[in-house]
């Protein structure tokens, strides 16, 4: 690995949950409570905002979603892409599980729970806007938090880096088919223009725009000193860009909760199960193929946690904002972190367990300090 390429994996993997990311479910229920009132007070405003679409992608969210995913993706170095082969088992069990699993077992549970055990609980004209929003929840892994949780679960960072620039480059062909694939099969029509649109916008643009920014900053003198400095100055952005899309949504879903609050609490069940079944998945099927836990770590994180941001678009751009998909990709922004945290914490706690397995490298062996 190359020392700008190896510097920029360890900047990445040691960066520490910030005062915001911890407590992110606080921001979101708050966002909540200020979307509800701002659209009893001012409902023009928002039917202004939703009427703001070209090719049925809003604007003005277009425009907050790449303040958000763009600072993310600059901290990918798709270079890294080449030392895909350092970790070949861990990366081969994180692939199984964002690609072939994850999706698919949401889909299941979606069916399972919003289409069968909560129908009833459930406005019956959204419960196949629900199920779409888990399988857009679903079908993206993260990006930019699991850093966050690399770090937290002394993640291999050469191994964190590798696999969130490989599923980045996946995610731009995959992504759409996968979607397609499992509404068709859930009878829920889609636009594939709109879908295809979607992906070109928030995940090809973007992308591209970070890749050559981050090339720029890069280049000459003092060069990882800029992108840092760019990415502290980008960071509020990033995060008022979030929370302005949070209040945008909650303001035109505010009635549909006030008349069943109980929405929100039966969203996160299907969402909890996916993230506790496919992180210990991801962190056995680690454990079975003798892969060290500071791979396996980052492995059942990865596996386990959702690129919400471009979840949250693809559900406004293909449903609408007042659409069940749109409230449920929310859901997940809302027990994110706290869901994560327990599975690092059950991570950590079982390291001892883990490395017991015959032919399984120690922390020190896996990651020996320079």
């Keep these: 690995m190359s020392l700008q390429c190896e510097a920029t994996a360890r900047r990445s993997a040691k960066a520490d949950m910030g005062f915001f990311e911890r407590y992110l479910t606080l921001w979101v229920a708050l966002c909540i409570i200020a979307g509800i009132g701002l659209g009893h007070l001012v409902p023009q405003f928002f039917q202004s905002v939703g009427q703001l679409e070209i090719a049925q992608i809003n604007m003005p969210v277009a425009l907050l979603i790449w303040l958000m995913i763009i600072p993310m993706l600059l901290k990918i170095d798709l270079k890294a892409l080449k030392n895909v082969s350092e970790h070949w088992r861990g990366i081969g069990v994180t692939l199984f599980v964002n690609w072939a699993v994850k999706p698919f077992s949401m889909a299941l549970l979606g069916w399972l729970f919003i289409g069968y055990l909560f129908r009833g609980w459930l406005p019956e004209d959204q419960i196949d806007s629900y199920i779409a929003g888990l399988i857009l929840l679903a079908a993206a892994p993260c990006t930019a938090m699991v850093f966050v ?33 499992l ?3 859930s ?72 008349k069943q609050p109980l929405i929100i609490l039966l969203l996160a069940v299907p969402i909890l199960i996916q993230v506790l079944f496919n992180s210990g998945l991801a962190y056995l099927l680690n454990r079975a193929v003798r892969s060290p836990h500071c791979v396996a770590g980052p492995s059942a994180l990865i596996g386990a946690s959702n690129f919400f941001e471009l979840a949250v678009a693809t559900a406004i751009a293909l449903f609408g904002f007042e659409s069940g998909a749109a409230l449920a990709t929310v859901v997940g922004v809302l027990i994110e972190v706290p869901v994560m945290l327990l599975a690092v914490r059950v991570v950590n706690s079982t390291v001892g367990w883990y490395e017991q397995r015959e032919g399984i490298q120690s922390y020190d062996e896996c990651c020996p300090s320079k």
């Design 149 to 181: 949780w690399s770090n937290l679960s002394r993640g291999e960072p050469h191994f964190t880096l590798t696999q969130v620039a490989l599923n980045d480059v996946i995610m731009v062909f995959a992504f759409a088919p996968i979607v397609a694939l």
């Design 183 to 185: 509404l068709g099969i």
């Design 187 to 258: 009878s829920i029509s889609v636009p594939w223009d709109t879908l295809f649109l979607s992906v070109v916008l928030y995940i090809v643009v973007p992308l591209i725009i970070a890749n050559i920014l981050r090339r720029l900053l890069l280049s000459g003198n003092a060069g990882q000193q800029r992108l840092d400095r760019t990415l502290r100055m980008l960071h509020p952005w990033s995060l008022t860009a979030l929370l302005a899309t949070l209040v945008l949504l909650f303001g035109f879903q505010g009635e549909q909760i006030l």
